[in-house]
């Protein structure tokens, strides 16, 4: 329909002659809607991985080293091993409770386009660390000195508190000695406390990691492994705990 959304629609008696043809169910359309979406996203997430491509190599048209991508999927790996690079070192270099709604925005379409890419998520990861990671989620959301985001930037805030969980979830079932190391680092630093500048709240590790948890689908043995910390942290801390 003029919606997206799928409609029943069956033959006349004419053109359905003597056959029997039922009108499918709400759940059979439902699987049908989401089956033509996510052939529909895949067709659009090929063309911007090609499209890319295309002009990387069109900006290096006198380059005849033969280094280009062999493939979509390398071209892919490589696109979000770039832009985590990029985006990490912004994290390092500047303050991001300093950044711009329109640099947020930019961060957080990254993140829609680079969610699922494990290039990405494990690359941005595992260069911030997992101290990095937090502290960065503590320090753009909550910046504290009355610059607690509010209106349009705590709207692209709740954005990117879903893609980046999302991201990290991607990056949770990458088998690597660096991603495995992060996941054991968030564990070991969910009883630190994260604070910024001026400000006389801090956090703990799992507080801050819980709400970069809320959407995606994480590896189930460090779900586990984190359930069972956190289990442990708020029992020693009682009711001066909340997660």
Do not use: C
């Not at 990095?132 to 989620?137: D, E, P, V």
């Amino acid at each position: 329909n003029a919606k997206g959304g799928a409609v029943a629609s069956v033959p006349s008696g004419a053109a359905a002659g003597n056959g029997d043809i039922p009108t499918p169910s709400d759940e059979e359309l439902a699987v049908a809607e989401r089956r033509v979406k996510r052939v529909l996203w895949e067709a659009s997430e090929t063309d911007r991985i090609a499209a890319r491509a295309l002009r990387a190599l069109a900006r290096n048209k006198h380059d005849f080293t033969g280094d280009g991508p062999g493939g979509l999927k390398e071209a892919d790996d490589r696109q979000g091993k770039a832009d985590a690079d990029y985006w990490a070192k912004r994290v390092k270099e500047s303050d991001p409770s300093e950044w711009s709604d329109k640099e947020i925005e930019r961060f957080n379409k990254t993140l829609i386009d680079q969610r699922d890419n494990p290039g990405f998520s494990e690359r941005f990861a595992t260069t911030l660390g997992a101290d990095g990671t937090m502290q960065f989620w503590r320090d753009i959301a909550d910046p504290g000195q009355g610059k607690t985001p509010e209106g349009e930037r705590a709207k692209i805030l709740g954005q990117v508190q879903q893609n980046l969980s999302m991201s990290l979830a991607t990056a949770s079932h990458v088998d690597s000695p660096a991603m495995d190391a992060w996941k054991k680092e968030v564990i070991a630093s969910g009883g630190k406390q994260f604070g910024h500048e001026g400000i006389m709240a801090k956090p703990y590790g799992f507080q801050i990691m819980s709400n970069l948890m809320v959407k995606g689908k994480f590896d189930s043995a460090f779900l586990e492994d984190y359930g069972t910390a956190i289990r442990t942290f708020e029992q020693s801390k009682g009711s001066q705990f909340n997660p």
